[in-house]
Nanobody
Framework: QVQLVESGGGLVQPGGSLRLSCVAS????????MGWFRQAPGKERDLVAA????????YYPNSAKGRFTTSRDNAKNTVYLQMHSLKPEDSAIYYC?????????????????WGQGTQVTVSS
């Protein structure tokens, strides 16, 4: 079992930045690939970033490319999502997710473990 706890969400103005953190426990973090997803009311859960277990490779969809960066510190069992140039349409609950595969997946159903989510609201 893997437990994930996100933090760092909040209210930010358009154009602002936030850094989300996700701390994992329960098994060796360095063997887990990680994904960041978001879900707005009435919408599907979408991937915004993914990272391999080693941290060497990352993935971003077009909606996040150039604005979001994910990284991890395996010594701290933590994965991060740095978000810049935030827009109102980025408002959602953000979740981190873990897969026991070393390589990341693009679809939510490939991730077995999920955090409780953290709310990000971009508004003036």
């Amino acid at each position: 079992q893997v437990q994930l706890v996100e933090s760092g969400g909040g209210l930010v103005q358009p154009g602002g930045s936030l850094r989300l953190s996700c701390v994992a426990s329960g098994r060796s973090f360095s063997t887990l690939s990680m994904g960041w997803f978001r879900q707005a009311p009435g919408k599907e859960r979408d991937l915004v970033a993914a990272i391999t277990s080693s941290g060497e490779n990352t993935y971003y969809p077009n909606s996040a490319k150039g604005r979001f960066t994910t990284s991890r510190d395996n010594a701290k069992n933590t994965v991060y999502l740095q978000m810049h140039s935030l827009k109102p349409e980025d408002s959602a609950i953000y979740y981190c997710a873990a897969s026991e595969s070393g390589n990341y997946y693009l679809n939510w159903y490939n991730y077995a473990y999920w955090g409780q989510g953290t709310q990000v609201t971009v508004s003036s």
